[in-house]
């Protein structure tokens, strides 16, 4: 099996993270060229370990998750398009999504993210590509609260998804309005860190 490359390759290779893989290199990939799939390796493994670390809150089953991102990456690689818009970048998202999802109660959170889909109309306000954007990041928020203290998610699903003010919260709560902000700046904290990883996939 596959090892975190070490702290050290990985700062000597941190200017390559400013520029995606090009497609040259994906036909090299498709072809088996183990040298490519080495540079696709440094050159994703921080950012997909740190977006799957966010979301679940394990180390140890975020290291395994981004090994296995690239031992499927291999094993499927003669089906990557390397003209495909945005390079590969979409393709370890979609992973590495679906690694999360399998890894959480993702029926409960496709449920209840369909709704708050639904309810905003994504779809309808926004042109594809955006709207794409929109989905997923309103899926892995939905991922992200799911996961968050029961008080801490209550408050944020009743001022943030239901537009509550905190002074309705804290009544309805019966903490105070300082409470209320505190969860509230917390919850905010933690979907920062998850979304900021995500648009690295988008951008």
């Not at 690694?99 to 042109?127: A, T, Y």
């Not at 105070?176 to 998850?194: C, D, G, N, P, W």
Request: glycine residues 6%.
């Amino acid at each position: 099996m596959m090892k975190p490359i070490s702290t050290g390759i990985r700062l000597n290779n941190e200017r390559r993270a400013t520029a995606d893989i090009s497609s040259g290199m994906l036909e090299a990939l498709r072809s088996g060229d183990h040298e490519v799939f080495g540079d696709i390796y440094v050159h994703y493994w921080d950012p997909l370990y740190n977006f799957i670390r966010n979301l679940i809150g394990s180390s140890e089953d975020a290291r395994e998750m981004t090994q296995d991102i690239f031992i499927v990456l291999w094993e499927s690689r003669r089906r990557i398009d390397p003209g495909r818009r945005g390079g590969i970048k979409p393709y370890l998202y979609g992973i590495a999504r679906n690694k999360v999802m399998d890894w959480f109660d993702h029926k409960k959170v496709e449920s209840r993210f369909e709704r708050i889909v639904s309810s905003k109309g994504i779809e309808e306000e926004l042109p594809a590509d955006e709207a794409a954007i929109a989905r997923e990041m309103a899926l892995i928020t939905q991922l992200v609260v799911n996961q968050m203290p029961k008080t801490r998610r209550e408050v944020f699903t009743m001022v943030v998804e239901n537009g509550m003010s905190i002074d309705e919260a804290a009544e309805q709560m019966q903490v105070s309005k300082a409470t209320i902000s505190t969860h509230l700046y917390h919850a905010r904290q933690e979907l920062r860190k998850v979304l900021t990883c995500l648009l690295f996939f988008f951008i």
